[in-house]
């Protein structure tokens, strides 16, 4: 429940009207000991402040006596939004104790329905920060995994049979077999071991030590990994084709140009994932669904027996 509805003054009391709320039994019922409930009914809301409003006389009064306490209350609070609000609430239409009921009881509707604008909203920018994050931390580039799925059937045939093999027995005792070459590729649709080959290429390179004094920096880094592992020098070779995490040196003087280098090639993959991971797993399965309805040919029979044996 929003606490901000009731954040004002009440007169006669040391206590907020807030506090006066969740200090009555009719809400303190519905919470721990010592804890606010996390869900208010309309209805509870409603005859609980009325039983506030008419400071508890509603057993030994009169309707019409109940009703003008209540009003009396309400002229009584501090000059608020929240008098404010109770007093155009009652304005109109306020003639008996049901329908000032039925007022409060829209007026709080009203109120968790843009306190659960504002959270979805503050969830969505979560959502999104989240994704973001975890996005970049597991290096999921939506173009570069299509990119090497695109040009590798072998590799998309072993991800679709490892999935149906996943989901039930193994159908096709001939799945396609990888090479050390496509292995590799599959284990690099996410991940930063590609981008640490490159930083650990810049490193190399920028010890003249490693790559010679006859060979330029820029030249190195525009060396192949055939040309780079003929090098004579065996520390240039083994730095050269490491692709370790660098540990506390990737927070060097390399940082800015290896982010210059990596970050571009990613940036329109990361957010593409970034986004399909923040609409959720409901929004993909409402689309695949509807993807799947819209089928000229109709139910298929496997779906017509599936359907007649839940009946």
Known sequence: MNRALLKEAYPDELASLADSFYCHPLIQSLGRPGQHPSYVPPGTFAAAMLDIFAKGRASTATAEQTLAQIKASIDNLPDTHVKRSLQALLLN????????EAKLEGWFNDSMDRVSGWYKNRVQVWTVVIASLVTILVNADTVQIAQKLMINPALRDKIVQDAKNASGPNTNPTAPTLTEQQKADLSSLTGWTIEFRTFHHL??????????AGLTEADCMAESDEQAKVNKN???????????????SLFGALLFSWLWTVV??????????????????????????KFMNVRAAG??????????SKA
């Not at 970034?274 to 409901?282: D, E, K, R």
């Open 93 to 100: 239409g306020s003639d008996s104790l049901e329908k000032v």
């Open 203 to 212: 490193s190399a390179c920028a010890d003249q030590s490693l790559r010679g």
């Open 234 to 248: 065996p520390k240039f070779v083994a730095a050269w084709s490491n692709d370790a995490f660098p540990g506390t």
């Open 264 to 289: 571009p090639s990613h940036l329109a993959g990361w957010v593409l994932t970034a986004i399909a991971a923040s609409l959720g797993a409901p929004f993909w399965f409402d689309t695949l669904n």
């Open 299 to 308: 139910t298929s029979p496997s779906e017509k027996g599936s359907d007649k």
